[in-house]
């Protein structure tokens, strides 16, 4: 069964705009989240993660919101680039430290 | 400074063929990572290795499938026989302790198995 799920395979965003890409877990033990970033033929990269005693974690144009009462993570980015356009990963970290991926959303920023 | 490294790149095979995927980790990492994506599951971890031993490997799918790391710089991942749906790319990742939260896993660019 799937614990952590991005339900949004794709996300298109004009360049300058706000990304939004969500991810929704089940497991209320998770205490880590991280969000992975992928470009074609190249694996993933780690981008920004947060714990689960924060709500808030940034990084420039890169912002992950947490609701823990609401089991969901959300990672901004504004404003969004061409560049940004890629696959991003949700995951969450068990309590045996072992990363939980979600589906991936791709997103497309158009110029 | 080389990443990890995986090889072959891309791999077409039959049903039924035995299929070895490759990989070298970053140097001075102790920790190794094999992952499977699909379209459905996203990433799922396979296997994990500590200091070259297999410490999970709760995510092997079944028999057929078997992962070794004769020693710190290489480790194999072997499908025997292969079949169509293990059709995906795999990874392998390294990082310098393993299952922390500070802990940064580092991927190799992947291998992109079809099986016909």
């Known amino acids: 069964d799937q614990q952590v799920k991005q339900n949004s395979p794709s996300l298109s965003v004009q360049e300058g705009r706000i990304s939004i890409l969500n991810c929704d877990y089940t497991?209320?033990?998770?205490?880590?989240f991280l969000w992975y970033k992928k470009y074609p033929a190249e694996g993933p990269t780690f981008l920004i993660s947060?714990?689960?005693?924060?709500d808030k974690n940034e990084d420039g144009r890169f912002t992950v919101f947490l609701n823990k009462s609401a089991k969901h993570l959300s990672l901004h980015i504004v404003p969004s680039q061409p560049g940004d356009s890629a696959v991003y990963f949700c995951?969450?970290?068990?309590?045996?430290?072992?990363?939980?991926f979600g589906q991936g959303t791709e997103l497309s920023v158009k110029p | 400074d080389a990443g990890v490294i995986q090889s072959p790149r891309h791999e077409v095979t039959e049903m039924g063929q035995e299929v070895t995927l490759r990989c070298k980790p970053i140097?001075?990492?102790?920790?190794l990572f094999w992952y499977r994506q699909t379209m459905m599951r996203g990433l799922e971890l396979l296997i994990y290795?500590?200091?070259?031993?297999?410490?999970?490997d709760s995510g092997m799918p079944e028999d057929r499938f078997s992962a070794k790391m004769p020693n710190a710089s290489f480790s194999t991942l072997k499908i025997q026989p292969s079949e169509p749906r293990d059709s995906a790319v795999y990874f392998c990742?390294?990082?310098?302790?393993?299952?922390?939260?500070?802990?940064?896993?580092?991927f190799g660019p992947g291998t992109r198995l079809t099986v016909l």
């Open positions: 497991n209320s033990m998770f205490d880590y």
């Open positions: 990742a390294s990082s310098f302790w393993g299952f922390r939260s500070t802990d940064t896993q580092y």
């Open positions: 947060i714990s689960s005693i924060k």
């Open positions: 290795f500590n200091n070259n031993v297999p410490i999970d």
């Open positions: 995951a969450a970290e068990n309590q045996g430290g072992k990363l939980i």
């Open positions: 140097s001075g990492h102790n920790s």
